[in-house]
């Protein structure tokens, strides 16, 4: 389902507000998903057009974008994106100089661009993007010196044709409001298209509740390899040191108890392209992987050089959980320049 609204001065539709003159698209469906619901045999006297019409309003329903689910946008200089939002953070941890006004809470949107045509994209997405709440009161876009969204993503995102690239944008959201919306327009919000996605029941754990918990903010310990492997690089990531490091091998932890603190001074930053199948050994487990990570901070021990990691990453059964034990890694890491669009 699309909606198609006139804009000719300034228009406010859905809270998104539209400058200028032309035709703006709304688009609030997942093209690749199908209707999971059937409707049960009607009765004789209900007619044939009561009974289409009621499939037909529940395989709408059952197509509305949700976190998760990817749209594909046009902008108007010919780019093609792949947009997925990837999940809420609320509340977002922030930097230790950040602070909300006053009966205000930041809220994050982590997102996934990717370059499905042939124009690059050049933009800041966060110029781009709306949140609304439930009760449809719109939460005003910022930008945060720390934490998953305290970086350039939001004001500056390059990626080239086939590339990917995912990042968080950072909003302040009044006290007792959820997210309940989030809507993303190419070329700085004057794309002629937007996509949006409900967030009604996201509620996904927020990163710093993984920090204050310790416990990761990824699938649960009994996790294949794989999903383990991810939530630790994007714990990693997110500045979830502690969650980060549960997901590490007992042995590794033993050898490397400043770990955490040595994490959280040089303010690692990780950005995952892929996470293969995993070919398993006895009691190991061999993932392939491809990710893109640095160092924000200079400290002693530290790589501010941006690298791209390519090839297995070493995971270990313990206790019936898999933890990942880095010395039995086998990957490449070639430097690459920081501004290449994976990085992060």
């Known amino acids: 389902m699309t909606d ?28 690749s998903s199908q209707s999971t619901s059937s ?24 197509q509305q974008a949700k976190v998760g689910d990817q749209i594909t946008l046009s902008g108007n200089g010919g780019e093609t994106m792949d947009v997925t939002v990837d999940q809420v953070m609320d509340p977002l941890p922030v930097g230790s100089y950040d602070q909300a006004d006053s009966g205000q809470r930041y809220v994050g949107i982590q997102i996934t661009l990717k370059n499905a045509g042939n124009v690059a994209y050049s ?38 044709p086939g590339e990917t690239q995912q990042g968080c944008l950072a909003f302040e959201m009044p006290d007792g409001e959820t997210p309940g919306r989030f809507q993303f327009t190419l070329n700085s919000g004057f794309a002629d298209q937007t996509g949006e996605w409900s967030l009604q029941g996201a509620g ?12 990761s903010s990824g699938a649960p310990p009994a996790a294949d390899p794989g999903t383990t492997l991810r939530a630790h690089l994007n714990d990693l990531g997110y500045g979830n040191y502690q969650a980060a490091f549960n997901l590490m ?11 955490i603190q040595s994490r959280t001074a040089a303010n690692a930053g990780v ?74």
Do not use: H, K
Not at 125 to 142: D, F, I
Not at 300 to 321: H, I, K, L
């Open 4 to 31: 198609v609204l006139r804009r000719c001065s300034v228009l406010l539709a859905g809270a998104l507000l539209l400058a200028g003159c032309g035709t703006q698209t709304i688009v609030r469906t997942v093209t």
């Open 39 to 62: 409707i049960a045999p009607s009765a004789t006297s209900q007619s044939t057009a009561t009974a289409t019409a009621t499939a037909t309003a529940t395989a709408t329903a059952a």
């Open 123 to 160: 933009d800041s997405p966060s110029n781009g993007a709306t949140l609304l709440s439930s009760s449809e009161v719109q939460a005003t876009s910022q930008t945060v010196s720390g934490g998953p969204c305290g970086n350039e993503f939001g004001s500056r995102a390059n990626i080239a």
């Open 204 to 215: 996904t754990p927020s990163a710093n509740t993984a920090t204050q918990t310790g416990t």
């Open 249 to 259: 091998s007992g042995t590794y932890q033993a050898q490397n108890p400043s770990w």
């Open 271 to 344: 950005n995952v392209i892929s996470v293969g199948s995993p070919q398993y050994g006895s009691g190991t487990a061999q993932v392939p992987v491809e990710f893109y990570a640095r160092d924000r901070n200079p400290t002693q021990g530290s790589d501010t050089q941006c690298r791209r990691f390519q090839g297995t990453a070493s995971m270990v059964s313990e206790n019936g959980s898999w933890r990942y034990s880095p010395t039995g890694n086998n990957l490449t890491a070639t430097v690459v320049p920081a501004s290449n669009p994976n990085c992060p």
